[in-house]
């Protein structure tokens, strides 16, 4: 069955420090992986994706995610956090075998402190 | 270009009683989808519209449709709706509906609210 781990319900960090959150899949084909980001209320902005290619992908708001097939496992960093990027974070996978269809993980709230 | 609008943004609606949400995808784009945010289940998909036609489900039990308008427009329906209907219905669209998932976009969502 196809699943995706997040396993940091909650993330805290000071601002100006560094960010990683985890993402770990399970999937049956070959994975497209997507970042997105949720404020109260809204939908989903797409923050990067990767389809393939270069293993290390470059999204907007300075964030980056890697790629690391041998770990399933598609982490998103950010160098310097600002106070505007506390919202909630959603690592999805989708494959073209499975139409256009989105399995997500269960998000990471991310909270900064100044 | 406009993104991905559903209307309306909020609902209050009776335990029981039928609900229709709208999305209107991406000018050129021809698959919606949608998807049911909870906090209890998270984001969950429901289905996916392509040419009028359904071309994917997920689990969810048959009182929830829809259906893709000729110009790709989609409708949701719940009826019956049940207190645990209350969430963030959100549609994504997408221009070639072949798998591809390049250029899939969310609209903001619908908030359903069942008293």
């Known amino acids: 069955a196809q699943s995706v781990t997040q396993p940091d319900i909650h993330i805290t960090v000071s601002e100006g420090a560094s960010l990683e959150l985890r993402c770990n899949y399970s999937?049956?084909?070959?994975?497209?992986l997507f970042w997105y980001v949720q404020s109260p209320g809204q939908g989903l902005q797409l923050l990067l994706k990767?389809?393939?290619?270069?293993?290390l992908v470059q999204g907007i708001k300075g964030f980056e995610a890697e790629f690391k097939r041998s770990q399933s496992s598609f982490n998103l960093r950010k160098p310097s956090v600002h106070w505007s990027d506390a919202a909630e974070y959603f690592c999805?996978?989708?494959?073209?075998?499975?139409?256009?269809?989105?399995?997500f993980g269960a998000g990471t709230i991310l909270r900064v402190k100044s | 270009k406009a993104g991905v609008t559903q209307t309306p943004r909020y609902l209050i609606k009776t335990r029981g009683q039928q609900v229709t949400l709208s999305c209107s995808p991406i000018?050129?784009?021809?698959?919606v989808s949608w998807y049911q945010q909870t906090p209890g289940q998270g984001l969950q998909f429901l289905f996916e519209?392509?040419?009028?036609?359904?071309?994917n489900k997920g689990n969810f039990p048959g009182r929830f449709s829809g259906r893709q308008f000729s110009n790709s427009r989609s409708e949701m329906n719940v009826s019956t709706l049940e207190l645990g209907d209350s969430a963030l219905y959100l549609c994504?669209?997408?221009?070639?509906?072949?798998?591809?998932?390049?250029?899939?976009?969310f609209g903001s969502g619908t908030r359903l609210t069942v008293v």
């Open positions: 999805a996978v989708g494959a073209k075998e499975y139409g256009n269809k989105l399995v």
């Open positions: 994504a669209s997408s221009p070639y509906g072949t798998g591809d998932l390049n250029g899939y976009t």
């Open positions: 990767y389809f393939s290619g270069d293993t």
């Open positions: 519209y392509f040419s009028e036609t359904q071309r």
């Open positions: 999937y049956g084909a070959t994975p497209y």
């Open positions: 000018s050129g784009h021809r698959s």
